[in-house]
């Protein structure tokens, strides 16, 4: 089994930052990309920023220059650093990791349960 567990969400005002971080944890053999994706009410899921198991990186335009994903192989965990949030990234935030098991086995799809993220304006 497979878990990814986010953490950072919260409340904060416009021009404010907040750090997320998601956690990959049992039985991994590796883990390939990583990223964040965001879904506010009424809304479709909307990918905010990826980060390959190399470091490259990509990001939606609407969060470029602001939000900074990073990872700690390591650890098996991502970042989102969001800074000068805006009130339009109110959005429930989910990180999601290509993961491979053991190495015999394919990659799959494993996604966190969500984190509330709200900027007041």
């Known amino acids: 089994q497979v878990q990814l567990v986010e953490s950072g969400g919260g409340l904060v005002q416009a021009g404010e930052s907040l750090r997320l971080s998601c956690a990959a944890s049992?039985?991994?053999?590796?883990?390939?990309?990583m990223g964040w994706s965001r879904q506010a009410p009424g809304k479709q899921r909307e990918v905010v920023a990826l980060?390959?198991?190399?470091?490259?990186?990509n990001y939606a335009d609407s969060v470029k220059g602001r939000f900074t994903i990073s990872r700690d192989n390591a650890k098996n965990t991502v970042y989102l650093q969001m800074n000068s949030l805006k009130p339009e990234d109110t959005a429930i935030y989910y990180c999601?990791?290509?993961?491979?098991?053991?190495?015999?086995?394919?990659?799959?799809?494993?996604w966190g349960q969500g984190t509330q993220v709200t900027v007041s304006s």
């Open positions: 980060i390959t198991s190399g470091g490259s990186t």
């Open positions: 999601n990791a290509l993961i491979r098991r053991s190495s015999v086995s394919g990659t799959g799809d494993y």
């Open positions: 049992g039985s991994i053999f590796s883990i390939n990309f």
